[in-house]
Each structure stands twice: as C-alpha cells, then as structure tokens.
C-alpha cells in the first residue's frame, strides 16, 4: 500500500511496520467524524506534509522516570527492548515543537478529557466553520 501512495503515514518502529489507509481516513473525514490516530513521529510528520490542516497532538509522559518505570512494569519487552524504546523516546520528544499541542499522559481520564477539549476547540476554530448557513454578509 504505501509504493502504491495508498497509505497517509507509514513507518518503522522497533523492526515493524505500521501505517493507516488513507481511503479510511478520507471516508471518517467526509462522514464528518474527527480521526484520532495513535503513531509515531516519522508517521505524524508524513501527516503534516499530506494534510496540513491535521492538528498534531504529542502525549507526553508525565516524566521520564514514570515512563521508564511504565516501561519495566508492562514486562513485555526483553530489556534491549526496553533501552531501545526509551533512546527512541528521547529521541521523538525533541520534535514536540513539530506539534500543536502537547498532553500530559499523567492520568487517563485526565489525558482523555484533555484530548477531547482539544477535539472540541478545533471543531469552533474560524477557519473550520461552516458559515454558509449565515448567509453573504460575512
């Protein structure tokens, strides 16, 4: 799919491969549902470049330790696994001003609603409204 420009990001984290359709995208958007999509750096700024109007969100750890220790704890990763996770952590975190907003993921339901106002007050920016309904003088 993606030599076949059928992918709106692709990358490679960790020796695999991971990437989101584009026509999927495209059909969410055009139902008027907003698209959350949970991918890494190199896929968020292929996004930029194909739709600059995409809203890029960075959910940050509430600090380095915590991720670690999130990191150890799920005890799913050998622990070349895990230093490599955290170098390429290190790594990400320094394109956050690549970002539009930035969210601490220091408690879920509080990262959730954080990203939901986010959702929200793009919905009213300016330059997203249908203002046909109001007619010509605007």
């Keep these: 799919m993606a030599r076949r420009g059928g992918l709106l ?26 698209v959350v999509l949970e991918i890494e750096v190199q896929g968020a700024m292929q996004v930029r470049r194909h739709r600059p109007d995409a809203v890029l969100i960075y959910m940050l750890p509430p600090s380095w330790e915590e991720l670690r ?9 050998q622990e070349e696994t895990q230093r490599r996770r955290l170098e390429i952590a290190r790594q990400e975190i320094a394109s956050l001003h690549d970002y539009d907003y930035a969210i601490s993921n220091d408690e879920v339901a509080r990262a959730a609603n954080r990203l939901l106002a986010i959702l ?19």
């Design 9 to 34: 990001e692709w990358a490679e984290y960790l020796d695999q491969r991971y990437g989101t359709p584009k026509e999927w995208v495209d059909r969410q958007l055009a139902a008027g549902y907003d």
């Design 120 to 138: 929200e007050a793009e919905r009213w920016r300016v330059g997203r409204l249908d203002l046909s309904a109001v007619g010509e003088n605007l």
């Design 69 to 77: 220790r999130r990191l150890v704890g799920r005890g799913s990763d």
